[in-house]
């Protein structure tokens, strides 16, 4: 299975090269690449039927126990399966989708990569595997929602869905690092064993929490939907593939994997079921309130995700029954009825409803399988929705709060289905809509083959999908005896009552829309205080915050940058000293005043004579002649304690320093006082503080000098090992000479800085 | 600052300047020196002689070749004359001078920029043979041989010499910069 990811990342690279050389046939390679990994993943079928788990492990960073450790088990197996064949399907459509682009190679880079790195995720049994793919799946998503990079709606859309699910991204994995703690594993298989001291832990709730954040950022649940309908900004086959049939249920997918390690205390089951209940019956409620196509399925995307989640929080081998046939009856339909849009999109330029009438005589492939998708969308037998939406209803009997969620979204689903599959199609309108003649057999043909795949899975349920969905049951709810029985007639019990009320409440609710879109313009006021404004408003008091903050900090004056790292440092220093009061014996220290030589004394007249000259100047070539002085001095002490290498470089940087400023005399502007008297006696006092603070410290030092071995080791093994008996130069060329390389790069960065500040031109507004 | 004695001087000391550079460079394995203080000796010899006779001046003669070639006369059919003039127009002659033909000239510029560059490859490539021995990054190797001033050579050497032209090049390129504009 390494294989298998590894080759996705090398049909992602070589794209673009494909483009440049085939063309438009750049689509038969990428095509054939999904279908390819479709058979791998097939021939794992028979082994996984029979309730093993396919593992491959391949050693990656062993000393922190990352490895890329897969293990195809039933949920695996059918997510891969799942991604595979759309994204093949997928493939093919945006070929004709996006026809003629130029950029069309980059495009199947970021889908084959998007594609690899959502198999690594649902493959992957190593936590930190599934979080590496988790996050190439966001970076994927983001640079798929901004292909259209000339749009800012595009872009502000890309970078929503990157932060929201970025953020969520890094709780997880401080939630599946605690997690792994826990449970001291770091696979799945691992946790799935040492269930209950999981369970027992104490980091049992904040990691549950922070996983949960993780997966509803993903899988767009109340309150982080609002990124969802945002990021329709995509292609049309992006929103198919990615933020309708696969990434979004990523999250779900997760939830599913980890609901045997935490599933039980009431914590997991009532969070999954509240933010799966909200997200359900908020979603069909908006879908309703739109009239672009895409917004319309992106919110019933959501109100389907919710409903996955509520699923899961009820926990029951029902519901687990339930959440499986519907996730993939969903990803049918729903792909369809995106593919479907696309085309229309395509054709007609429009995808406003109250601009479409009457496509079915235009575009009869498309109209078909819009209707088969919105019958299986509806729950009408013998489609596989039909099956599914049962088992919704027979999982939520018991409780009436949930039997009312399924219901709400049922009848909104039946009254979009309709609309997606009868009034843009065959309702006759008053007005006809312009529709470009020439039908695209790569723009219908995806979809018709999804929604036959709905209604064949649909009348051959308990015969084709069941041994995979059998398995992928016994994985969520870790029993390997559960048996999974599908049938498309229950006889008439209470749940086909209900699926029958739902119709015809559907009815019902799609014939009074009109009526009830007058009226909703009353809601409008509440998307400005909705998630979406709030983000908005988070994230432009953010950078506002920022900005000023920064503004506040740099003030482009070296100075204050001076004084800020002095400050910082003298108040470590101080607080270190009065933490732990280290005194120095000064009476030791006396008799070393008597070994001071006259010389030394006038270096150091020198010095304090220039520095009380330097302060009163008003001359810049003074203070810059001053200050060389200075430094010579400083240069003299050294080698008179016998450092000729550290006296010679200050020497020459005193030199150089000097040149340059000479060089730069007559370009720098007039020398003026910018700092009044008492800012002057200020920056005194602070250079004083930080002075002596450093002469304490110098003092402590010696004072308390570790024993160390370090300067004989050094000195020895530099002349016998390192041949030389410069140990300065020994130490900064050979045994630390990775330090060195560092510096010296670092040098170089900031020589290119100095080099690009310098050819910035003020007066030109700062243009090179 | 162009007075003429500290110019005239300056021309003969650069050369010198640099030779000393030089040798602290390789001195610096045994006593006081290195490549850093090599760079910067180094730099600071054509930090004076654009001080003397402006940095154009100095980029000119010490950053520039110019290498001449006569017109429509390819290399395998050159006469030993030809060979002659063509030496004589490369070293010490001025082109014209040598024969009154067409000269054709390549300039070869050498930046500061590629200095900095080159110094970073060389010292980072300096742990390769290390890693070809199959031992860690950056472990030092040696020739068997002692060259009298500059000492035993080594892959530290080169390490010091990467040292030596980045410190180089990055005085060179800003003084340059700044004293262009």
């Given at each position: 299975m390494l294989y298998a990811i590894l080759f996705g990342l090398l049909m992602a690279a070589v794209a673009p090269l494909l483009h440049r050389l085939l063309g438009r046939w750049v689509a038969v390679p990428m095509v054939l690449a999904p279908l390819l990994l479709l058979g791998l993943y097939f021939s794992f079928m028979p082994e996984v039927l029979q309730g093993h788990a396919v593992v491959q492990r391949h050693t990656w960073v062993p000393e922190l126990d990352i490895n890329l450790q897969f293990r195809l088990d039933g949920l695996s197996l059918l997510f891969a399966l799942l991604i595979s064949f759309f994204g093949a399907l997928v493939m093919f459509y945006a070929s004709g989708y996006l026809?003629?682009?130029?950029l069309l190679g980059r495009f199947y880079l970021f889908l084959t990569l998007f594609m690899t790195s959502m198999l690594g995720l649902v493959t992957s049994d190593n936590i930190f595997g599934l979080f590496v793919f988790w996050e190439l799946t966001s970076i994927s998503s983001y640079l798929l929602i901004g292909y259209k990079q000339a749009e800012k709606e595009a872009r502000v859309a890309a970078w929503q869905a990157l932060l929201v699910t970025g953020l969520g991204g890094l709780a997880l994995m401080a939630g599946l690092i605690l997690l792994s703690v826990a449970?001291?594993?770091?696979?799945f298989s691992g946790l799935l064993e040492r269930r209950p001291e999981v369970l027992e832990h104490p980091f049992y709730l904040p990691a549950v929490v922070l996983v949960l954040l993780g997966c509803f950022t993903k899988s767009a649940q109340f309150p982080f939907h609002f990124w969802l309908p945002n990021a329709m900004a995509a292609p049309t086959p992006v929103s198919a593939y990615l933020h309708s049939a696969t990434m979004v249920k990523a999250g779900i997918y997760l939830l599913a994997r980890l609901s045997p390690v935490?599933?039980?205390?009431?914590v997991w089951h009532v969070s999954l079921m509240t933010a799966g209940g909200i997200t359900a019956v908020l979603g069909a409620v908006l879908a309703l309130?739109?009239?672009d196509l895409k917004a319309i399925l992106a919110y019933t995307t959501i109100s389907a995700l919710g409903l996955l989640v509520t699923m899961l929080g009820i926990g029951t081998d029902e519901a687990m029954k339930a959440m499986l046939v519907f996730l993939l009856a969903h990803a049918l339909y729903k792909g369809t009825l995106f593919l479907v849009a696309g085309g229309i999109d395509h054709r007609t330029g429009t995808r406003d409803l109250n601009r479409l009438f009457s496509l079915g005589k235009h575009m009869r492939y498309s109209g078909t399988a819009a209707t088969l998708a919105a019958l299986s969308m509806a729950g009408v037998i013998p489609f596989l929705g039909f099956v599914g939406k049962e088992l919704l209803y027979e999982a939520s009997l018991e409780n009436y709060l949930l039997l009312g969620i399924c219901l709400v979204t049922g009848v909104a689903f039946v009254a979009v289905a309709l609309i997606m599959g009868y009034r843009i199609f065959w309702h006759k309108g008053e007005e006809k809509t312009q529709v470009h003649p020439h039908a695209h057999f790569r723009l219908y043909f995806p979809p018709l083959v999804l929604a036959f795949g709905g209604l064949l899975l649909g009348l051959l349920v308990n015969s084709q999908a069941l041994p995979l969905l059998q398995q992928g049951v016994r994985t969520i709810t870790a029993d390997p005896s559960l048996e999974l029985k599908l049938s498309l007639w229950h006889g008439f019990t209470p749940v086909l009552g209900l699926s029958i009320l739902t119709l015809l409440l559907g009815l019902a609710l799609y014939l009074a829309l009109p009526w009830l879109g007058q009226r909703a313009a009353v809601l409008q006021p509440l998307y400005r205080v909705g998630p979406d404004a709030a983000y908005h408003k988070l994230f432009e008091l953010f950078l506002h915050g920022s900005k000023s903050f920064i503004l506040w900090l740099q003030d482009g004056h070296l100075r204050s940058y001076v004084m800020y790292i002095m400050f910082f440092f003298c108040g470590l220093l101080l607080f270190i000293l009065w933490r732990d009061t280290p005194g120095i014996d000064f009476n030791d220290r006396i008799y070393q005043l008597q070994e001071v030589r006259l010389y030394e004394l006038v270096v150091l007249f020198l010095v304090i004579s220039a520095l009380v000259y330097l302060l009163g100047t008003r001359s810049r070539l003074t203070s810059i002649v001053v200050m060389g002085l200075i430094g010579y001095s400083s240069a003299l002490f050294y080698i008179l304690f016998g450092a000729p290498d550290v006296a010679a470089t200050q020497f020459l940087i005193e030199t150089l320093t000097v040149v340059i400023f000479v060089l730069l005399l007559h370009k720098l502007p007039a020398f003026i006082y910018l700092s009044h008297q008492f800012m002057k006696y200020k920056f005194i006092a602070i250079s004083v503080v930080f002075g002596a603070l450093m002469t304490y410290v110098m003092l402590l030092v010696q004072q308390q000098a570790i024993p160390s071995q370090l300067k004989e080791y050094y000195g020895k093994v530099s002349y016998?090992?390192?041949?030389?008996?410069?140990i300065v130069n020994v130490i900064l060329v050979d045994f630390r000479g990775l330090d060195t390389l560092g510096e010296i790069t670092v040098l170089a960065v900031a020589a290119l800085g100095i080099f690009s500040l310098l050819r910035l031109n003020p007066e030109k507004g700062g243009k090179p | 600052m162009r007075t003429i004695i500290f110019a005239t001087a300056i021309r003969y000391l650069t050369p010198l300047f640099l030779l000393f550079s030089v040798y602290i460079l390789f001195r610096g394995h045994n006593h006081p020196g290195g490549g850093f203080i090599g760079g910067l000796i180094g730099s600071i010899a054509f930090v004076f002689h654009a001080l003397a006779h402006g940095s154009d001046h100095t980029v000119n003669t010490y950053f520039r070749l110019k290498l001449y070639s006569q017109e429509g006369k390819q290399p395998e059919h050159a006469s030993p004359q030809y060979m002659w003039d063509l030496v004589r127009a490369n070293t010490w002659k001025r082109a014209e001078e040598v024969t009154p033909v067409n000269w054709r000239y390549y300039i070869v510029r050498v930046r500061p920029a590629y200095m900095m560059a080159l110094g970073l490859f060389l010292a980072s490539i300096s742990g390769v043979p290390g890693l070809l021995q199959?031992?860690?990054?950056?472990t030092a190797s040696w020739l068997e041989l002692e060259i009298p001033i500059i000492g035993t050579l080594g892959t530290p050497t080169l390490f010091d010499a990467g040292v030596y032209l980045l410190v180089l090049g990055m005085v060179l390129k800003m003084v340059f910069t700044m004293s262009k504009e």
């Open positions: 026809e003629g682009d130029p449970g001291d594993s770091y696979t935490l599933s039980g205390p009431d309130q739109h009239t016998l090992e390192a041949h030389g008996r410069n | 199959g031992k860690p990054y950056m």
